[in-house]
């Protein structure tokens, strides 16, 4: 099999495995009424304590910024975030409210995506999440120039 078909399947199974892995985390946040965009609109959040641009942050969603704009009005309106002036900049980071929110769905997700890999062996999990990890670096590579 050439080159560029095996890369194509390695996308496509990514793909599939991304859009599975969402699946299993909506039956998580979906009973808790939060949509699977707010959902990854604050985790980004939560890994980013001191605020993001909404420039950033809508990057990092992969949304549009306009997208990121009607995210802040609604997540604002629930006071799930809040924003901060910096400078010449708003920073948008979790409210405590927010904060609370992900902590207490975070075991719950974790163990729901635990399930997705429970049929791969310790050596499996650490072999796949160090080639995940080399790809990751490699396109990040490219993409950077």
Do not use: C
């Not at 995210?71 to 927010?98: C, F, H, M, N, W």
């Amino acid at each position: 099999m050439d080159a560029g078909r095996v890369a194509y399947e390695i996308t496509d199974r990514i793909g599939y495995a991304h859009v599975l892995l969402s699946d299993a985390v909506d039956q998580v946040l979906g009973p808790r009424g939060i949509s699977r965009s707010s959902g990854i609109a604050l985790a980004v959040l939560d890994a980013f304590p001191e605020g993001l641009s909404q420039a950033e942050w809508a990057r990092l969603q992969g949304v549009t910024r306009q997208r990121a704009h009607t995210l802040t009005k609604q997540l604002g309106g629930e006071d799930l975030i809040r924003l901060e002036p910096r400078g010449r900049e708003v920073l948008v980071a979790l409210s405590p409210v927010g904060r609370r929110l992900v902590r207490s769905l975070a075991p719950r997700t974790r163990a729901r995506l635990a399930t997705a890999t429970a049929r791969l062996s310790r050596r499996e999990k650490r072999e796949l999440h160090a080639l995940l990890g080399k790809l990751i670096g490699s396109l990040e590579e490219d993409l950077a120039g």
